[in-house]
């Protein structure tokens, strides 16, 4: 491997790690988990609630919990005096801002993959107890959880994106704003604009709670091309990010 490759897997080896470490980010994945496996006990008191709700319920709590955790733990990563901000320790070393962000990027999602991954065993063991008779199939279970971690990767691109631009307050409320943007507004704004679909954030096509659910079938098209979308607008926000980070920490000779 060359020395780049081996110097941002290292980053993102000690970000996965210092984040699983971090007594906050257990204690939120403790809540969650504590949440999904309440999920069929809440679900059985919703007016006609079927067994397909608290399959639902999990998957979509998963997609959310990937969006808001992952942003929010990426804000820290590129705010300058933070733990897991970039610091002038980092800065003496040969690593670029590139080779930094992406590393960061990548360990925030490695965190936020074991913790997913988690919530996912947990919150399908309660439903599997709660409902015996009703289990979706494992394929949908599956592209469920993979769309939750797609779509909470794009959030920690863009939680990078907002703790360099913003810092560390106005990161985290920047982060929150696209959160709620990208569930509320995008998806009624993009049906009817298709040029527009095309270049606003929408990782909410990527929650397939519902197909999960009722064991609908999931268009191998359509999944790929929102995968490519989500993936293309990540690696556009990494980007931007090591620019931002290039001007801000080192200036634009170094980085």
Known sequence: MTPAVLRTSALAHATARDLLRRPGGALAWVAAAALVV??????????????????????????????????????????????LGPNSELAATPIRSIEYTVGRVLGVGLALGLHVCGLAIAGLVAVRLGSPGEFPPASGLASAALGALGGGLFFVAAGALAGALLGRELGIVGILTVIVGTRLIVPHVTPDAPLLAALLPDPARLDLSREAAFAHPVGARALTGAFAGVVLQSIGLVALTAAVLAQRVRGAASW
């Open 38 to 83: 309440l999920v069929p006990k809440l679900s059985d008191r919703a007016i006609e609630a079927g067994p397909e709700l608290p399959t639902e319920l999990v998957v979509s709590t998963l997609a959310l919990y990937a969006a808001v955790i992952g942003g929010l733990a990426a804000v820290s990563t590129t705010v300058p005096g933070d733990p």
